[in-house]
């Protein structure tokens, strides 16, 4: 493909640092494809995606390129691969609700370092004055330099519990036509009355909450499919997580979780709601348990199944779980990206069922593993299903 993806980053955390990382790496490196979920979709591959702008809230990160960015603190995800190219310039972004105030009391090498100068857009910052009238000063320089880059991918990766924050960005996305891969647990694509605004504005999008290549969400539904594959009533499902990174730390407020712990127990839940179980005897909990900086970007996931098997026979699994957690972010983020421009050629609109399924955490359909992954098959291919072929925008206009 001649046309590059023109793709900007909200956020430069550790997730973007990988993420960039292995766009570059797997350019360079074109017949290396040992890591990558997939290597082609619709005629894209990595070096397809070009990262032209990014926005942030840390003085350590605005005014730099890309690839000086990605390695500021409080990023700590490994270095991977450190030839980075990219000139892309980071801008600074609102605060709104993005950053909590309890992180103020960590070491500024592990949080957040929000620049004077946007103090005043932090809704939740007791010490500073919400300026309304800046936040839309702000609003229309991100509108004019989104424009001025011509993007036409947002990837969300701000910290949990940025409702407001979010929503303030998928309102520019369907002002400017941009389509949105929502990687956080605020409910844009899988809620109805946001998607039929993406609907109604002919963009696709991907959401929400990005479940990792090889994580917990993913493990955790693997193996309740499994247990019910195999005739096993799942009594007990438990997953526990720990890590040291920035999205453990703001999580330690326990006034943002709320979504995140719901999108978290939607993984598992939805096997039994696919297949008509009930949970009425089942006990699952899934969810972020502590932080602890040495971990650094190390996630370490705990699961624990009691399960009844033949005749009520117990079985019993635990398990653990250790990996570097954003570039394990990466390996999935990558493919979304390519899935949504797909769906920007081929005129599919709103939500998309089988990469969001395949993806995220809480997509707007719930599906097995083995659907999810046909149906993106399908979309790599360019080849329509029942579910792309629906969501036609020549279909959306027919059916209006």
């Given at each position: 493909m001649e046309h590059k993806i023109k793709v900007a980053i909200l956020g430069v955390g550790n997730c973007a640092s990988s993420l960039v990382q292995g766009v570059e790496y797997y350019t360079n490196h074109p017949d290396q494809k040992s890591g990558l979920m997939t290597d082609d979709i619709g005629g894209y591959r990595a070096a397809d995606?070009?990262?032209?702008?990014?926005?942030?809230?840390?003085?350590?990160?605005?005014?730099?390129?890309?690839?000086?960015?990605?390695?500021?603190?409080?990023?700590?995800t490994m270095v991977l691969y450190d030839q980075i190219s990219s000139n892309a310039p980071i801008y600074p972004s609102v605060v709104l609700d993005g950053v909590s105030p309890m992180m103020a009391s960590y070491p500024e090498a592990q949080r957040f370092k929000v620049a004077e100068s946007l103090k005043a857009t932090d809704m939740l910052d007791s010490s500073s004055t919400y300026d309304k009238g800046l936040v839309e000063v702000f609003r229309e320089q991100i509108i004019n330099q989104l424009k001025a880059y011509q993007v036409e991918i947002l990837i969300n990766y701000l910290p949990v519990g940025s409702q407001i924050a979010t929503e303030f960005f998928a309102e520019i996305c369907l002002e400017l036509g941009i389509s949105l891969v929502n990687c956080i647990p605020v409910f844009i694509a899988s809620d109805p009355a946001w998607e039929q605004r993406f609907i109604d504005a002919g963009i696709p999008i991907i959401g929400d909450d990005m479940r990792s290549q090889f994580g917990a969400s993913i493990l955790s539904q693997m193996l309740q499919e499994l247990a019910f594959a195999r005739g096993h009533h799942v009594k007990a499902h438990i997953q526990r997580n720990i890590g040291g990174n920035t999205d453990f730390l703001n999580m330690e407020d326990k006034n943002r979780?709320?979504?995140?712990?719901?999108?978290?127990?939607?993984?598992?839940?939805?096997?039994?709601?696919?297949?008509?179980?009930?949970?009425?005897?089942?006990?699952?909990?899934?969810?972020?348990?502590?932080?602890?900086?040495y971990y650094g970007d190390n996630k370490v996931a705990n699961f624990r199944l009691e399960l009844e098997g033949f005749m009520g026979a117990p079985v019993i699994l635990d398990a653990q779980l250790s990996v570097q957690d954003s570039p394990n972010s990466a390996g999935v983020v990558i493919d979304a990206i390519r899935y949504v421009y797909v769906a920007r050629?081929?005129?599919?609109?709103?939500?998309?069922?089988?990469?969001?399924?395949?993806?995220?955490?809480?997509?707007?359909?719930?599906?097995?593993?083995?659907?999810?992954?046909?149906?993106?098959?399908?979309?790599?291919?360019?080849e329509l299903t029942t579910s792309t072929r629906s969501q036609l925008k020549n279909t959306q206009l027919v059916t209006e």
């Amino acid at each position: 493909m001649e046309h590059k993806i023109k793709v900007a980053i909200l956020g430069v955390g550790n997730c973007a640092s990988s993420l960039v990382q292995g766009v570059e790496y797997y350019t360079n490196h074109p017949d290396q494809k040992s890591g990558l979920m997939t290597d082609d979709i619709g005629g894209y591959r990595a070096a397809d995606i070009e990262f032209v702008c990014g926005f942030d809230v840390d003085e350590r990160k605005i005014g730099k390129t890309l690839k000086d960015a990605i390695f500021e603190k409080p990023n700590c995800t490994m270095v991977l691969y450190d030839q980075i190219s990219s000139n892309a310039p980071i801008y600074p972004s609102v605060v709104l609700d993005g950053v909590s105030p309890m992180m103020a009391s960590y070491p500024e090498a592990q949080r957040f370092k929000v620049a004077e100068s946007l103090k005043a857009t932090d809704m939740l910052d007791s010490s500073s004055t919400y300026d309304k009238g800046l936040v839309e000063v702000f609003r229309e320089q991100i509108i004019n330099q989104l424009k001025a880059y011509q993007v036409e991918i947002l990837i969300n990766y701000l910290p949990v519990g940025s409702q407001i924050a979010t929503e303030f960005f998928a309102e520019i996305c369907l002002e400017l036509g941009i389509s949105l891969v929502n990687c956080i647990p605020v409910f844009i694509a899988s809620d109805p009355a946001w998607e039929q605004r993406f609907i109604d504005a002919g963009i696709p999008i991907i959401g929400d909450d990005m479940r990792s290549q090889f994580g917990a969400s993913i493990l955790s539904q693997m193996l309740q499919e499994l247990a019910f594959a195999r005739g096993h009533h799942v009594k007990a499902h438990i997953q526990r997580n720990i890590g040291g990174n920035t999205d453990f730390l703001n999580m330690e407020d326990k006034n943002r979780l709320k979504s995140k712990k719901i999108s978290k127990e939607n993984v598992i839940r939805a096997q039994n709601d696919i297949r008509n179980i009930s949970t009425e005897n089942s006990f699952l909990h899934a969810g972020p348990s502590e932080y602890i900086a040495y971990y650094g970007d190390n996630k370490v996931a705990n699961f624990r199944l009691e399960l009844e098997g033949f005749m009520g026979a117990p079985v019993i699994l635990d398990a653990q779980l250790s990996v570097q957690d954003s570039p394990n972010s990466a390996g999935v983020v990558i493919d979304a990206i390519r899935y949504v421009y797909v769906a920007r050629e081929l005129g599919i609109v709103g939500a998309l069922r089988g990469p969001s399924a395949a993806t995220q955490k809480t997509p707007p359909e719930q599906m097995m593993f083995s659907q999810a992954l046909e149906e993106c098959h399908a979309l790599a291919k360019r080849e329509l299903t029942t579910s792309t072929r629906s969501q036609l925008k020549n279909t959306q206009l027919v059916t209006e």
